[in-house]
């Protein structure tokens, strides 16, 4: 069974950055493809951006491209979120997700729980 | 990008009825539609994906269908701990769009 446990809940001031974490357990790191997805008050999910481990490349939504890096270290099985340059309105739950990918389906199969970032002066 | 709508945007029903949800892609995504249930609190739930295929422990009152623009989630007869919100998911294309959501509500 697939685990991603996320880094504990953070409190920010605007202009500020924030690194997430999210160790996996119990699935393919390398191969598989992490990705991070937030959701802020009132508003639905929206993927930032992803990578796959064993080729180290990131893929970012062009309105987080200029403020994220996503990386991963696949000794500690660990992924990273790094937002830069924080507003208010990157108050949100980020989530870490692996996207799966058996055959030509693509899905977010496991979830971590979420780490709420709250930025605020 | 490729946008995704749903409708309706919410949805007040009862237990035992059947309800259905709508997704539209902006262009064509094939079979590439996912659905995830979402609560207060807790991380999204993968329910459906490949616009069909029901993920293993769903239970099987929930379904979807659609091909190329147009999808829909159904739920067969609601159960109490079905009211959450959904979403619909492209996986045809970077970068990875969701639905605005559909909050289902008890009546």
């Known amino acids: 069974q697939v685990q991603l446990v996320q880094s504990g809940a953070e409190v920010k001031k605007p202009g500020s950055s924030v690194k997430v974490s999210c160790k996996a357990s119990g699935g393919t790191f390398s191969t598989d493809t992490l990705s991070w997805v937030r959701q802020a008050p009132g508003h639905g999910l929206e993927w930032m951006g992803g990578?796959?481990?064993?080729?180290?490349?990131?893929n970012y939504a062009q309105k987080f491209q200029d403020r994220v890096t996503i990386s991963a270290d696949k000794s500690t099985s660990t992924g990273y979120l790094d937002l830069r340059s924080l507003r208010s309105d990157d108050t949100a739950v980020y989530y870490c997700?692996?996207?799966?990918?058996?055959?030509?389906?693509?899905?977010?199969?496991?979830w971590g729980r979420g780490t709420l970032v709250t930025v605020s002066s | 990008d490729i946008q995704m709508t749903q409708s309706p945007s919410s949805l007040s029903a009862s237990v035992g009825d059947r309800v259905t949800i709508t997704c539209r892609a902006s262009q064509g995504i094939t079979k590439y539609l996912n659905w995830f249930q979402l609560k207060p609190g807790e991380a999204p739930k993968l329910l459906i994906y490949s616009a069909s295929t029901l993920q293993i422990g769903v239970p099987s009152r929930f379904s979807g269908s659609g091909s190329g623009t147009d999808f829909t989630l159904t739920i067969s007869s609601l159960q109490p701990e079905d009211f959450a919100t959904y979403y619909c998911q492209q996986s045809y294309s970077y970068p990875r769009t969701f639905g605005p959501g559909t909050k289902l509500e008890i009546k």
């Open positions: 997700a692996r996207e799966r990918v058996v055959g030509n389906d693509w899905y977010f199969d496991f």
């Open positions: 990578i796959m481990p064993m080729s180290g490349r990131p």
